[in-house]
């Protein structure tokens, strides 16, 4: 488990980026379809920027059920500015319950792997990037590939400070 929280930390180091724009979410969007594709199963992709939709896409196989995983992952990326996996992490890690111990409540926010913050270089969290669809260890490895191909492709790949 500590070599999975720690893959998490270096992945939010990693995965960041320069500047966003609206247009530069979308393609980040597209991307994440496109690679979703070698997955199991259809995912649903949500990407936010404060706090508003700038993509969203329901292949078909997700739905309404999607939607609310989608806004519940991207409500814990807000919260505590970090994945969800290691959120998931921290609270096992830590004994802790999200209700008790978090003071979240579980209908609203989701502590399991697919959602991811967009950060700036700065350190700054200014969105979110979430998929649902499959088991949350894959979600995570599909949000976080996907974000590395964009970033890759884009050639946007830097470190955040």
């Not at 939607?67 to 969800?84: I, P």
């Amino acid at each position: 488990m500590n070599e999975l929280y720690e893959k998490c930390l270096q992945q939010e180091k990693e995965l960041v980026f320069e500047s966003v724009t609206q247009e530069d979410m979308i393609r980040l969007g597209w991307t994440l379809y496109e690679n979703n594709k070698k997955f199991a199963g259809p995912l649903a992709i949500l990407i936010k920027i404060n706090e508003k939709t700038v993509f969203s896409c329901y292949p078909d196989g997700t739905g309404a059920f999607h939607e609310l995983w989608l806004e519940r992952k991207a409500n814990m990326v807000y919260m505590r500015e970090m994945c969800t996996l290691r959120a998931f992490l921290e609270l096992e890690r830590n004994g802790e319950e999200l209700k008790k111990d978090w003071i979240l409540d579980a209908a609203n926010y989701a502590a399991c792997g697919g959602g991811f913050p967009l950060r700036l270089k700065n350190g700054c969290v200014v969105g979110a990037i979430c998929v649902s669809g499959l088991p949350h260890l894959q979600d995570h490895q599909a949000v976080t590939e996907g974000i590395r191909l964009f970033l890759e492709k884009e050639n946007k790949f830097i470190t955040a400070v």
